[in-house]
């Protein structure tokens, strides 16, 4: 079955400690997106690839980058976790306006 | 900016006992309103999409309907397998930057409890 793929599903790293999360999908689509989604907080997104197209949200924090390196792949950089950073973070994939995104079952972050 | 509210925040029904969630929302030219379920520890699956004021959707015991400022999530003789959260989400016209790729703003979920 086509679908989106994270790994790892739980991740624990020391403050400061670089960390990188890994998505990737079979559905061929041209968008991938990253979001952060706190306890009983609804998703929010943190940046999106249209094909190579970097595009950043203004609040999104400059310790957080992306790459994506082919069609399939993205990653989630976080440069230097603070314990704010503790959160799911999920990877979705679409076709852009109108279509639904499709989600990934998300990494764990933990901060120690 | 695009902004979306669901009403109840929890909501505990009986096995069978009808009900629907509700999701206001204001954005900038709607492209689609889009509904998921979420459960614990897993990633959003989406249920639908809907598009312009008057539009249906049913699957199952779900269905979704839509009007210029809200949508609602009817459950019909819900049973304990769909206690999970609803999210709502939006997308708009104009994204962050000028530019739209299909950006959603999600609503805080409305948390479903069905007990037998």
């Known amino acids: 079955d086509a679908m989106v793929i994270q790994n790892p599903r739980y991740q624990v790293t020391q403050f400061g400690k670089p960390v990188t999360l890994s998505c990737s999908q079979t559905l061929n689509h041209n968008v991938m997106y990253w979001y952060q989604q706190k306890s009983s907080q609804a998703p929010k997104l943190l940046f999106h690839?249209?094909?190579?197209?970097?595009?950043n949200e203004a609040d999104t924090p400059d310790n957080f980058q992306s790459r994506r390196p082919n069609t399939s792949f993205c990653f989630l950089d976080i440069r230097s976790p603070g314990l704010g950073d503790a959160a799911m973070y999920l990877c979705?994939?679409?076709?852009?306006?109108?279509?639904?995104?499709?989600f990934g079952d998300g990494t764990r972050l933990s901060i120690l | 900016e695009d902004q979306v509210t669901q009403s109840p925040e929890a909501l505990r029904l009986q096995e069978g006992e009808s009900s629907s969630l509700n999701c206001s929302y204001t954005?900038?030219?709607?492209?689609?309103l889009f509904w998921y379920r979420q459960d614990p520890g897993k990633g959003p699956e989406f249920l639908f999409t809907l598009y312009s004021a008057g539009e249906e959707k049913e699957k199952e015991r779900l269905k979704a309907t839509l009007t210029k400022k809200e949508s609602f999530l009817h459950i019909t003789a819900p049973k304990p397998e769909d206690s999970a959260t609803y999210l709502c989400?939006?997308?708009?016209?104009?994204?962050?930057?000028?530019?739209?790729?299909?950006?959603?703003?999600f609503g805080q979920g409305t948390i479903l409890t069905v007990h037998p």
């Open positions: 954005v900038s030219g709607l492209r689609g």
């Open positions: 690839y249209y094909d190579k197209d970097f595009n």
């Open positions: 979705a994939t679409g076709d852009g306006v109108g279509q639904p995104q499709h």
């Open positions: 989400a939006v997308q708009g016209m104009i994204g962050a930057g000028g530019t739209s790729y299909g950006k959603l703003t």
